[in-house]
């Protein structure tokens, strides 16, 4: 039986969905699997026992990825999962950005006792007036999951779309309407775009990837839409650029200490994935990919180990053995079980910069001791023995 330990809420029906062969646990200390959200957990100590966290999301800024890769710990994430729920949030920002609805909205709740004011209302609403989405360019950069999602929906609301992003994959190259402008030179989206929105991960090289000089490159009255994570943007440079109306409105999901206090900014409480069935997803394919991984050692979408998928363990047992990504490794793992008269049925091994995967099906079972040779070989720092 393994077990997990849910940091954050993890929707019922993602936990449900790693079957009978897991139970939940309060203590982080003797799970196997930790499913998680947003929590951080770079400065938590992961216990020997540790096999694989799941994020039930997008973004892994929250985990700290290189140091789980090193101890053989899989970390998932689930892409696309609410891709859906963030498309809608983003949606709903350029509609707030292009009409004072909520200023509407105010309007109407301060006035509410007043016998006059369905009168009043027609008089006050031109202060509340804005502009269409409809013929404006939207730049979208980054066209994963989430950024193909709303090219597209740009495009439904009779925009122009010009999206960006170097390295785009066959697969959501094959989702985008084929009226949303593929460009090669970021600066055509500052040059160009009425509404601009980011999506792409959190890493060291994106970090403020919209600084002081991307930000005076943009037309003048342009909204930015940031849904992905606040340190894309240099928020205290895109404060003056508020400030003095370059910029004409910052709509964000991350409250912070500058956002807060920003003109002309609506900041929202990181709401874009909070949705039931965004929740749900999230939980239902980050618990997919844990019990794959536990039962069957197959990885698919790990943010810091390749993709291995060797179907359901059908052979006598199924050995993962996590080693350094150097000469003779694979080498020495198939002398060592072939020295022990097993048969190697079949095997893959994938390497992920300094660290490689490799699992292997065995035509028969092997005993704890071969299990402990393995793991003293140099350059091996973790060997499973998975049995059905
Ligand atoms: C994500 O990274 O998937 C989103 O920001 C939502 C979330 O963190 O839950």
Redo the contacts with the bound molecule.
């Keep these: 039986m393994y077990k997990v330990h849910c940091l954050n809420n993890i929707a019922k029906v993602g936990t449900d969905a790693l079957g009978a062969g897991f139970s939940l646990t309060d203590s982080i200390d003797e799970a196997e699997a930790i499913m998680v ?2 929590a951080s957990l770079h400065g938590t100590e992961f216990s020997d026992r540790l096999l694989t966290i799941g994020r039930a ?3 892994v800024n929250n985990i700290p990825l290189e140091r789980c890769a090193a101890q053989g710990i899989v970390v998932f994430n689930t892409p696309g999962a ?1 891709a859906n729920g ?1 498309k809608e949030m983003v949606i709903a920002g350029m509609l707030l950005a292009a009409r004072d609805i909520v200023g509407g909205i105010e309007w109407v709740d301060e006035n509410s006792d007043d016998p006059n004011v369905g009168r009043q209302a027609e008089k006050a609403k031109k202060d509340f007036a804005g502009t269409e989405l409809a013929g404006k360019n939207l730049g979208v950069i980054g066209l994963g999951a989430i950024g193909a999602m709303v090219a597209n929906a740009g495009r439904s609301l009779g925009m122009h779309v010009y999206g960006y992003d170097p390295y785009l994959s066959v697969k959501y190259a094959w989702s985008l309407d084929r009226h949303v402008r593929h460009i090669n030179n970021i600066g055509e989206i500052w040059s160009s775009c009425d509404y601009i929105t980011i999506h792409v991960p959190a890493t060291a090289k994106t970090k403020g990837m919209i600084g002081r000089d991307e930000i005076a490159a943009m037309r003048d009255g342009t909204v930015l839409l940031n849904y992905a994570r606040d340190s894309l943007v240099d928020e205290r440079a895109l404060a003056e650029a508020l400030q003095e109306g370059h910029i004409a409105r910052y709509m964000t999901d991350f409250a912070n200490s500058v956002t807060t206090s920003m003109a002309h900014a609506t900041v929202t409480p ?1 709401l ?2 909070s949705t039931k069935e965004a929740e749900d997803n999230c939980a239902v394919m980050a618990a997919g990919e844990i019990r794959d991984y536990l039962e069957n050692g197959n990885i698919t979408n790990s943010v810091n180990y390749g993709a291995v998928d060797m179907g359901p363990l059908e052979s006598a047992m199924r050995l993962a053995v996590f080693h350094l990504n150097v000469t003779n490794m694979i080498g020495q793992i198939t002398g060592a079980i072939s020295a022990a008269g097993v048969n190697i049925e079949n095997m893959t091994d994938k390497s992920a910069g300094n660290y490689a995967y490799c699992l292997l099906d065995l035509g028969s079972e092997v005993d704890e001791e071969l299990v402990e040779r393995l793991a003293a070989i140099d350059g091996i720092y973790r060997v499973r023995a998975i049995r059905r």
């Design positions: 959200r947003s999301g997008a973004g609410n963030v990181h874009g994935a």
